[in-house]
């Protein structure tokens, strides 16, 4: 079988341009080989602020086996994002480090292929699908929440478990038990691989164990569709799965099985582990900041008991700000690649086509000029008064353009519910220095899981 695990694997895309033509932007390459990688994944954030001090917010760099130009600021986060002139390939940003795991997923589409993909798959998120959801995610969330008082816990551990096992009600419409574990242990081992440093599927190695986890849940996949576009699966086939199965394109035409299971290995991916590391980040930022941990439960509290919270979720205005604040001091994806597919401009350089270049989430939303005091948890900084004027692409968590992120209403859902339930029940503490060292990719988690006490109230 053979691998496309390098940009030149595959002959449909652009060759990387030399060295040579990438000379006139500075920069450096770091080690032979290994280039700045160990750097920038000992501490991605002091590695950006070097390189930005020293050459600039454009600056050329090779990690994770390639070349590639930063283009730092909300400018640029505009021109790649938003790019309303189509120079800028998602799929030749993100293959070479997801080819293997996650070929033709949504986020590896590009263009007229994309929108009608996307266009196809945004049935699942309609307003009376998203109803259904809600109801289900609710009953969910309190049913694993209500075990956690009186505890000290990993945070990132238990609502990881959390999330899978919403993903496997809500996304695949499959109860909880055996299947459910092998299906969420085969997206960790995809997701592990995603970053392993041996590209290429060697046995006992983490790709190894990666590709052969996406070849199950295929297989799994593939299995399902028919019955699921005829409502054979047992429930009530509202679930994302059974929807996907059931959606037709512009011209009434189904999408295939091999498209299903693709867009399904992907999405399940994309939804629990990026709500995994924001709720993690959520949750340390109100143990650390008290005060704020109150006014959201006081705006938890101020909800109508006689109604359901899933009819209430546009009340709980503050929660809202609070995630937005998380989103920025920890974006869940802290960077997105793309592939220039002619030559372009921007910062006074012409940046040849073939080059890679990323787009620096990360980095843009702790720029002092935008956010005063960027270290400093303020949720206030997202009201309407305060948010006006800012750059439309200085705050980007979920992408922009074409390819901005499909499920955010329905992250922002789970994560009000989440603290609705979390908040409604208890109060969270944590150690001075918890969850101060973070592993930022492939997406961010804190190395000692967040050990947090969980206090009844």
């Known amino acids: 079988m053979a691998y496309a695990h390098t940009l030149d694997a595959n002959p449909h895309w652009l060759p990387h341009p030399s060295r040579g033509a990438l000379a006139h932007i500075p920069g450096n390459y770091g080690l032979p080989l290994v280039g700045n990688t160990l750097k920038l994944l000992r501490?991605?954030?002091?590695?950006?602020?070097?390189m930005v001090e020293r050459y600039g917010p454009v600056y050329r760099n090779h990690s994770f086996g390639e070349i590639n130009v930063a283009l730092l600021g909300p400018e640029a986060n505009e021109l790649i994002l938003f790019d309303r002139d189509r120079l800028f390939s998602s799929e030749q940003g993100w293959g070479p480090l997801l080819n293997l795991l996650f070929p033709r997923g949504l986020m590896l589409m590009d263009f007229d292929k994309h929108r009608a993909d996307r266009k196809t798959l945004s049935v699942a998120f309609k307003p009376e699908p998203m109803r259904h959801y809600a109801t289900q995610l609710d009953a969910g969330i309190a049913r694993q929440v209500a075990g956690w008082g009186g505890r000290s816990m990993r945070f990132y551990d238990a609502i990881k478990k959390l999330t899978l096992d919403l993903a496997a009600t809500s996304f695949l419409g499959v109860e909880l038990g055996a299947e459910a574990s092998r299906i969420n242990q085969a997206f960790v081992d995809e997701v592990q691989a995603s970053i392993a440093p041996i590209r290429i599927p060697l046995p006992g190695t983490m790709m190894r164990k990666g590709v052969k986890a996406r070849a199950y849940l295929i297989d799994w996949f593939e299995r399902e569709i028919p019955a699921r576009r005829h409502g054979a699966r047992g429930g009530n086939g509202e679930d994302f799965f059974s929807q996907f199965c059931r959606a037709t394109d512009e011209d009434g035409q189904p999408l295939s099985a091999d498209a299903i299971a693709d867009h399904m290995n992907f999405l399940m991916m994309a939804a629990h582990d990026?709500?995994?590391?924001?709720?993690?980040?959520?949750?340390?930022?109100?143990?650390?900041n008290p005060d704020w941990q109150e006014r959201l439960r006081e705006e938890v509290r101020g909800l109508d008991g006689e109604v359901p919270v899933t009819e209430q979720l546009d009340r709980l205005v503050l929660t809202d700000y609070a995630f937005k604040e998380a989103l920025r001091m920890m974006p869940p994806v802290p960077s997105l690649p793309r592939r220039a597919l002619r030559d372009f401009e921007f910062g006074g350089y012409t940046i040849p086509a073939g080059t890679s270049v990323g787009v620096g989430i990360?980095?843009?939303?702790?720029?002092?000029?935008?956010?005063?005091e960027p270290e400093k948890f303020d949720p206030m900084r997202f009201t309407p008064e305060n948010s006006k004027g800012r750059h439309r692409f200085a705050w980007v968590p979920y992408g922009g353009g074409a390819h901005m992120c499909l499920g955010l209403h329905f992250a922002?859902?789970?994560?009000?519910?989440?603290?609705?339930?979390?908040?409604?029940?208890?109060?969270?503490e944590i150690d001075p220095g918890a969850g101060d060292t973070w592993q930022m990719f492939p997406i961010p988690r804190p190395k000692d899981g967040l050990p947090v006490r969980v206090i009844a109230l």
Do not use: C, E
């Open 362 to 372: 990360a980095w843009t939303h702790r720029m002092p000029d935008i956010w005063p």
């Open 412 to 428: 922002q859902m789970q994560m009000k519910l989440l603290m609705a339930n979390l908040l409604g029940r208890y109060r969270i």
């Open 43 to 50: 501490d991605p954030g002091k590695f950006g602020r070097k």
């Open 274 to 288: 990026t709500i995994t590391s924001s709720a993690t980040t959520l949750v340390m930022l109100l143990a650390r």
